[in-house]
């Protein structure tokens, strides 16, 4: 099993997982396929455990079958979540069991479901991506997101999980690009402010007025002890 701490012989920051437990990656993400397709998220296997948990603060806007007359067709079931108030949008396909509804709020370590194989599908897995503007010519990187090694194999990974959910750098003002934004929203989410992913002043003033009550330096960067003390919040 390789940790997030330490992968391929090289130290690493982070790898986030819709898993708790252990997984593998079954297939990469731009994957070039026999159709000449790229694949556009991860396809995971979980190892034991197929339990599959929310990573961020947002909203399910699409729960259940892509097509409910077509099981075999597409994600088959699945859910799709809008990160905060951002424009991105996060999915989770071919899942066996669904655990939330339309209209849900989600914070991070709530369960979505459990792996499975219904759709477009040959084997047990979960396919997540990452969507701006819920488009499907939208998808964005989930490798550069989540930190997975991109290569598929029978590799075990697990991650410290809420630990590594606000990234690997110091969230700080004026730092809002892609993937940064994501991990800003699970901050502010953390925080009870608006989760719309920009770094912005309100945001460091209330990153410094947590860390005053917590007895760390108010400087307004969210570096390794103020990430540690606002995953106690989850």
């Known amino acids: ?35 000449g397709t790229y694949h556009q998220g991860y396809d995971l296997v979980g190892i034991g455990d197929k339990s599959i948990y929310c990573p961020v603060y947002g909203t399910v806007i699409r729960a259940g079958w892509e097509c409910a007359t077509l099981p075999k067709k597409g994600f088959g079931q699945r859910v799709v ?68 090694p ?35 929203s699970v901050l502010q989410g953390a925080l009870g402010i608006d989760k719309d992913g920009i770094f912005g002043a309100n945001t460091e003033k209330t990153v410094k007025e947590f860390q005053s009550a917590h007895g760390l330096t108010a400087d307004g960067i969210a570096g390794a002890k103020t990430k540690v003390a606002l995953a106690k919040l989850f």
Not at 108 to 117: F, T
Request: aromatic letters at 14%; zero cysteines.
């Open 1 to 35: 099993m390789v940790s997030a701490a330490f992968l391929f012989g090289i130290e690493v920051d982070f790898l986030i997982s819709p898993y708790k437990g252990t997984f593998r990656v079954s297939q990469a993400y731009r994957n070039l396929r026999a159709n």
């Open 150 to 184: 991109n290569v598929a194999g029978s590799t075990a990974y697990t991650s410290n999980w809420v630990a590594e959910l606000f990234g690997p750098s110091n969230l700080k003002k004026s730092t809002s690009g892609f993937p940064q934004r994501l991990y800003n």
């Open 81 to 148: 979540v809008r990160i905060g108030s951002t424009a991105y949008y996060m999915y989770f396909g071919h899942l066996s069991k669904i655990n939330v509804a339309v209209g849900q709020k989600l914070k991070p370590g709530d369960l979505i479901g459990v792996e499975g194989s219904t759709g477009h599908s040959t084997g047990s897995h979960l396919h997540w991506e990452i969507r701006i503007n819920d488009i499907s010519t939208g998808y964005v990187s989930v490798h550069q997101y989540a930190g997975i």
